[in-house]
């Protein structure tokens, strides 16, 4: 998954090892600022998904495998923070394949803005899958601790709308250092 | 055959990261990422609260102590078994609050108390007012709290007034609902919910909340809206008791009272 391009003063292999650093210590980084809580962090009790957008913004720098393959290792550690179920993997693979999909228009990648949006569009394909996987739950089981169909969906409204906008508002502070570093 | 060994010349390496890496996000989930929030715990360390509040107390009552004459001495200390509640509790922990839900989904909140201060799975947490929640999964210095706040989070409760029982279930919008098992329960607003002797996972007796509003007319069963009496989305320190979770509720009583004598 890790391929150094291009040459410069550092050898392949320096290279290759400063790019799994990168990579793991950014993907770290999303996962710690996860249960944090700083002032100009939240909307209405929502937080930026850091974790979706080091999703994206690594997808749309990689081909598709490599991007369901982030989304679902990512997704299964954010799982690892919250709870079982309802999974973050389904969600963030999706993510990562759409995202990866639409990098084949080159012009994304160089502007922080459509990136921003994308992320936009993505917290929102997130959080659905996430409301789809409760609504199953609630019609498929029995004993589902969800109380109704209109609360899942008026709280995924909820959700979906803030986290959409915190996400893509806080995107330029992980794609530049990213970008930057994937580019060369 | 000679397509799949030319694949696999190739993309040997590459296929052997992703499993590689697959499991181990899928180990770091197993372990419910302990070791992720044991990191957190050790990069917020500058971030929290030094002494806790009852550390603190007791510091400036030792300085206290040190400066009153000695005949004072037998007072004092009766006195600070009074203000120690730590120790006077004896097994109860404070913690203060690190972290929050990582997911708007989830309602949980992370301490800085873990297996080493004798937090174990399924303690009960209260704050200033009441109930919190439930430890459900704890790492060496972090323990994972579900409040009762969250939609996957259940307890037996009854209000204090009537006795009227019923259940308290969170909500994915973060409410709190209380369903009644009588279809006419005796309850009206401001009445004070505690815990029932039909909780599994709670102690009865812990104060929950008041209703706030309530449907009587809800289909299949009453419901009413909780306020919390414990403020949960500004906590900053909460107190972990120890609590053994009754693990078969079916299970008959181990004695019956009865008055008529038993027929052999």
């Given amino acids: 998954m890790t391929t150094s391009k291009g040459k410069s003063t550092l050898s392949d292999l320096q290279k290759t090892c400063l790019n799994i650093l990168i990579v793991v210590g950014s993907g770290l980084i999303c996962l ?40 679902i290792v990512l997704g ?26 639409l990098q084949r228009q080159r012009l994304i ?56 906008i915190l996400s893509s508002l806080w995107t330029p502070a992980l794609y530049y250092p990213l970008h930057f570093w994937w580019k060369r | ?26 180990a770091m989930r197993q372990t419910q990422g302990a070791a992720i929030y044991e990191m957190y715990q050790v990069l917020t360390a500058p971030l929290q609260p030094g002494l806790t509040q009852a550390e603190r107390l007791e510091n400036a009552y030792v300085l206290e102590l040190q400066q009153r004459v000695i005949e004072l001495e037998n007072q004092n200390q009766s006195l600070r078994t009074n203000i120690d509640y730590a120790d006077d509790q004896g097994k109860v922990t404070i913690a203060a609050v690190i972290g929050r839900s990582a997911d708007s989904w989830w309602q949980q909140i992370t301490v800085n108390k873990g ?25 060496p210095n972090t323990s994972q709290i579900l409040l009762i706040t969250d939609p996957t989070s259940q307890m037996g409760v009854k209000v204090s007034r009537s006795r009227a029982l019923g259940v308290v279930r969170g909500n994915v919008d973060g409410r709190v609902i209380m369903q009644f098992f009588e279809t006419t329960p005796d309850v009206k607003p401001g009445d004070v919910i505690v815990t029932s002797s039909y909780s599994r996972l709670f102690p009865q007796g812990v104060p929950v909340g008041r209703i706030e509003s309530m449907d009587l007319k809800k289909s299949p069963a009453p419901e009413a ?7 949960i989305s500004v906590l900053e320190w ?21 008055d008529d004598p038993a027929t052999p």
């Fill in chain 1, 32 to 71: 710690l600022l996860s249960p944090m809580r700083f002032p100009g962090i939240e909307l209405l009790d929502v937080t930026p998904n850091w974790v979706l957008i080091w999703v994206v913004i690594w997808s749309i720098h990689h081909p598709i495998v490599d991007g369901a393959i982030a989304g």
């Fill in chain 1, 76 to 101: 299964l550690m954010h799982d690892s923070l919250t709870g079982a179920f309802p999974t973050h993997a389904l969600g963030l693979m999706v993510v990562g394949m759409l995202s990866a999909r």
């Fill in chain 1, 109 to 164: 990648r160089e502007n922080v803005v459509l990136v921003a949006f994308i992320v936009f569009g993505m917290a929102v394909v997130a959080a659905t899958l996430i409301a789809l996987q409760m609504s199953f739950h609630y019609l498929l089981w029995p004993n589902s601790p969800y109380l109704s169909l209109w609360q899942i969906w008026r709280t995924h409204q909820r959700v979906a709308l803030s986290s959409a």
């Fill in chain 2, 1 to 26: 055959m000679f397509a799949l060994r030319r694949w696999w010349d190739r993309y040997a390496a590459r296929a052997g990261v992703a499993a590689l890496v697959i499991s181990l996000a899928w």
């Fill in chain 2, 115 to 139: 297996s080493t201060d004798g937090v174990t799975e399924g303690d009960i947490t209260t704050g200033p007012g009441g109930l919190v929640g439930r430890v459900v999964s704890v790492s």
């Fill in chain 2, 225 to 231: 809206v909780i306020q919390l009496s414990s403020p």
């Fill in chain 2, 238 to 258: 909460i107190t972990i008791h120890p609590f053994e979770a009754k693990i078969d509720v079916n299970a008959p009583p181990a004695e019956i009272a009865d």
